[in-house]
């Protein structure tokens, strides 16, 4: 419950004014009427990286000494939170006009921007310190999911009223305060006991 739950936040307050749900707002405003198969790609492409993710972190934390893994969590989280301060843009690639419909565009959209992208990493991470896939990519879904949906049913009108500039910082310091309890080997039931 705790990779579960770390996992679902984290990336839910990552996911504020990403790259991935400004396209969310791109994709619900080209495909006027579509939410559904939009909320259904952003899903499908969404557990498929994330599981991939997760498990790659698993893989890492089998091949890495427990201190050498906290160290790179550690740092990592905290370059997370540096990267996290810094405003998304979508690519002109991104922007182009789909030929697809609604539920392919947002599929292959969605996965391709996820790609490298710091709640991809972030999954990585998470997958390597909880050491449960299952958890983990339920958990960074479901925080996709909470970011995104909301981006696709409301569109601009969610824009208007909620400032999604302001939580890049509240994600950063997310991420700053996850790398520093992994770093000063803190277990506040973060499930940080074995680092």
Not at 53 to 59: E, I
Not at 174 to 189: D, P
Request: charged share 15%; proline share 3%; net charge neutral.
């Amino acid at each position: 419950m705790e990779a579960l739950l770390s996992s679902l936040g984290m990336v839910a307050f990552a996911e504020m004014g990403d790259k991935t749900q400004l396209l969310s707002f791109v994709l619900a405003a080209r495909f006027r009427g579509q939410h559904w198969p939009i909320i259904a790609g952003i899903f499908i492409a969404t557990i498929v990286n994330h599981a991939l993710a997760a498990l790659a972190g698993d893989w890492v934390a089998m091949k890495v000494s427990p201190d050498v893994m906290r160290w790179v969590l550690g740092l990592a989280f905290l370059a997370f939170a540096a990267w996290a301060l810094v405003p998304d843009t979508l690519d002109e690639d991104e922007q182009k006009t789909a030929r697809h419909g609604a539920f392919v565009t947002t599929l292959v959209m969605f996965f391709l921007a996820e790609m490298g992208d710091k709640t991809q990493l972030a999954t990585v991470a998470l997958g390597a310190q909880f050491n449960n896939l299952l958890a983990v990519t339920m958990g960074t879904t479901l925080g996709m999911m909470i970011a995104n949906v909301p981006a696709v049913l409301l569109g601009e009108t969610l824009a208007k009223r909620f400032p999604l500039s302001k939580m890049r910082f509240v994600a950063a310091a997310l991420f700053a305060i996850f790398g520093a309890l992994i770093l000063l080997k803190v277990n506040f039931g973060l499930g940080l006991g074995g680092l």
